[in-house]
């Protein structure tokens, strides 16, 4: 009965606000799935709690080096796992972070995957071309995707990540350039990256109104209909984010982000990226009741 209470709640909150509420690579006890199984009891256990989506981590496609081995020893294991999170109702994002320098075979294998199992993403850091001046990453950043694209011709939307450090390519201007002049991508606002590359810039209501503000005069009002956001805590320094923290520990608070979506009409994903996962969502339950009144 508590269970269902819960699951009736988180429910409500997510209906208010106008997003699916997630987490990414696993729970409390099992931080990082690395097969089918514990794909399914993951996604088993966010919906006991009203979740409703999940960010693949790229450990679980550890075995698969190409797209060969993907048809051949773990297909089946993909299409169950995207079964079970359609009957569960629970969106499926992947997250690779930190693309090598030359990434064409990993982008090929990873967004054939995502189409596979009907991703709502495959997610990327666009910061693969580290050892080039930013502007020319930014052109060849471009490029390459939509090669990528082109040539694969599959259903997929690729989303674009703000990363955490002022000294690698995708800082905000980065992300939405990059999906202007891209096919089949979209930006994915990481908040505390974001708040991390202005040393603590997202204080008050007004900064995160200037970044909504910014994504609707680039992109047009209509990609607020549906966009993707990372929260979590972090700390950095003077040239951006040092490490995730919990967010209790954190100044960036949750509360300006929430109001201002639900003042720009905003829907879309929201992930928690914390390390008592699930936990952590269960803990401000209460919280979140209010901020969505």
Not at 107 to 135: E, G, H, V, W
Request: glycine residues 6%; charged residues 30%.
């Amino acid at each position: 009965m508590y269970d269902m209470l819960i699951r009736k709640r988180a429910l409500k909150i997510q209906e208010r606000l106008g997003f699916r509420l997630g987490i990414p690579y696993g729970t409390k006890r099992l931080p990082v799935v690395r097969n089918r199984e514990e794909v399914l009891q993951v996604l088993k256990e966010l919906y006991r709690v009203g979740l409703r989506a999940f960010v693949l981590p790229k450990e679980l496609f550890s075995g698969i080096q190409t797209t060969s081995d993907l048809y051949k020893t773990v297909y089946g294991d993909l299409i169950k796992i995207k079964d079970e999170a359609k009957k569960l109702n629970i969106e499926l994002s992947i997250h690779y972070p930190d693309l090598p320098e030359m990434p064409d075979e990993q982008l090929k294998l990873f967004c054939t995957i995502a189409s596979i199992m009907d991703c709502r993403l495959f997610i990327l850091q666009p910061n693969f071309y580290r050892r080039m001046p930013l502007d020319q990453a930014l052109r060849l950043t471009v490029y390459k995707l939509n090669e990528i694209v082109t040539e694969l011709r599959l259903k997929l939307t690729i989303g674009i990540e703000v990363t955490g450090r002022t000294d690698e390519l995708g800082d905000l201007d980065d992300v939405l350039e990059i999906v202007k002049r891209t096919n089949s991508t979209e930006p994915v606002i990481n908040w505390a990256h974001l708040h991390a590359r202005g040393a603590g810039g997202l204080k008050r209501q007004e900064d995160f109104r200037r970044v909504f503000e910014k994504i609707k005069r680039e992109l047009g009002p209509a990609c607020l209909k549906d966009i993707y956001f990372f929260f979590s805590g972090i700390k950095y320094g003077l040239k951006g984010e040092i490490e995730h923290i919990p967010y209790r520990k954190s100044d960036l608070k949750l509360d300006l982000l929430i109001r201002e979506s639900m003042a720009q009409g905003a829907r879309g994903t929201l992930i928690f990226e914390d390390p008592d996962r699930e936990q952590f969502f269960l803990s401000i339950l209460e919280e979140l009741g209010e901020m969505v009144r």
